[in-house]
């Protein structure tokens, strides 16, 4: 069955950075677009936010204003894997990021990220 495994969340300081992972197995991975998502604090699911997708060749389209050129999507087919990588983290930033398939029919359990000093 499909699976989608996020990591590497946790508390950081503002300005700092987080690689976020996303594990997918179940599937032909690299034939799928793969998106981030999150959802702030005190936010519904319906509330949740497109950060970015990746396309399964490779292209990359961010969704966000708030998150250009802090944060960067990128894929390792080899690897089964997607990440998002998150410089300069700011506290509104803080939510739970999940990763999706595709459409968004499949989404991981999600991963904390905490920006706070």
């Known amino acids: 069955q499909v699976q989608l495994v996020e990591s590497g969340g946790g508390l950081v300081q503002p300005g700092g950075s987080l690689r976020l992972s996303c594990a997918a197995s179940?599937?032909?991975?690299?034939?799928?677009?793969m998106n981030w998502h999150r959802q702030g604090v005190g936010k519904e699911r319906e509330g949740r936010e497109l950060?970015?997708?990746?396309?399964?060749?490779?292209?990359?389209?961010s969704y966000l204003q708030s998150v250009r050129g802090r944060f960067t999507i990128s894929r390792d087919n080899a690897k089964n894997t997607v990440y998002l990588q998150m410089n300069n983290l700011k506290p509104e930033d803080t939510a739970v990021y999940y990763c999706?398939?595709?459409?968004?029919?499949?989404w991981g359990q999600g991963t904390q990220v905490t920006v706070s000093s």
């Open positions: 179940g599937f032909t991975f690299s034939n799928y677009a």
């Open positions: 950060v970015g997708s990746i396309t399964s060749a490779g292209v990359t389209v």
């Open positions: 999706s398939r595709g459409g968004g029919t499949y």
